[in-house]
């Protein structure tokens, strides 16, 4: 087995993509992301991404991703052994989290922590879903907008508060990623379901050869159970759709029962389950 890191993301996604996109929705975070980096203009102080293939010959088995200071974010394994390749290669750097096939990823994040000496705990079993057809959920009152920068204020407070509550930790410069969200066009939307005010918030981003990233979705807990989330992600899904694409993707917690029935009643199917590792 070989691994080829890549200093560039064009020549990453021309040993990696073939492989990629054979699997779409299963690698729909790192095509989604890769193509949100290509969208926007480097930041010099910004530190290269982690690109990386392993190949058994000429055959890629895995594909490694991490944009600093997120996750490192694994392909599907198609050989196991190629794991110690990755773990090899990138044990001089710190690594916060992992995410990959729930079946394969425990055995990097014991890898991981046996050759950099830090501890590691499951911290999310997540599941990827698709959907091609929207089935239209029970009407609710308000309609959908997109975010503007009067939002600015409300998009971070929820940010914040997805991020502790989905993903159990806080985002780093959660404030930069508002920017992004309010300056990227075409590339990046955050969608407010509004009844009056705001009541829930969903975001569309990373595009895929075929299809395009749903969230995060948060609503307020106060505002929870009066279908705004559902009519929100419905109609921003079918948005897409109607945009061209074949499909939409999203993640959910499996711990969160209530979402995952959400999805599911809105004609969201899964595709497979991935596990979240955090280290140290």
């Known amino acids: 087995m070989r691994l080829d890191r890549f200093a560039s993301l064009e020549a990453f996604l021309r040993a990696a993509g073939p492989y990629l996109r054979a699997r779409e929705a299963s690698h729909c975070l790192i095509l989604g992301i890769s193509a949100n980096l290509r969208a926007r203009t480097p930041d010099p102080a910004d530190e290269p991404p982690y690109l990386a293939t392993v190949r058994d010959g000429r055959r890629v088995v895995l594909v490694a991703f991490q944009t600093a200071p997120w996750q490192m974010i694994l392909s599907e394994v198609d050989d196991p052994a190629a794991l110690a390749l990755i773990v090899d290669d990138r044990r001089a750097t710190a690594l916060p989290a992992v995410v990959g096939p729930a079946e394969h ?33 029970r009407p609710t009152g308000g309609s959908m907008r997109a975010a503007g920068p009067a939002d600015r204020d409300l998009l971070t407070s929820w940010l914040v508060a997805f991020g502790r509550e989905a993903l159990r930790e806080e985002f780093p410069d959660v404030d930069a990623i508002v920017d992004r969200w309010l300056s990227a066009g075409e590339h990046r939307t955050m969608w407010l379901w509004a009844d009056g005010e705001p009541t829930s918030m969903c975001g569309v981003s990373g595009p895929t050869p075929t299809g395009i990233r749903i969230g995060p979705v948060y609503t307020p807990p106060a505002l929870r159970g009066r ?37 599911q009643t809105i004609g969201y199917t899964p595709v497979r389950d991935i596990d979240r590792y955090a280290f140290g």
């Open 105 to 137: 990823v425990g055995q990097f994040a014991r890898l991981w922590s046996d050759a950099a000496g830090v501890p590691h705990r499951l911290s999310i079993h997540e599941r990827i879903w698709r959907v091609t057809t929207v089935v239209p959920p």
């Open 227 to 263: 279908g705004y989330a559902s009519n929100l992600v419905a109609a921003a899904s079918q948005g897409e759709l109607d945009r061209g694409r074949r499909a939409c993707f999203l993640l959910t917690d499996l711990a969160n029962s209530t979402s995952n029935h959400v999805y």
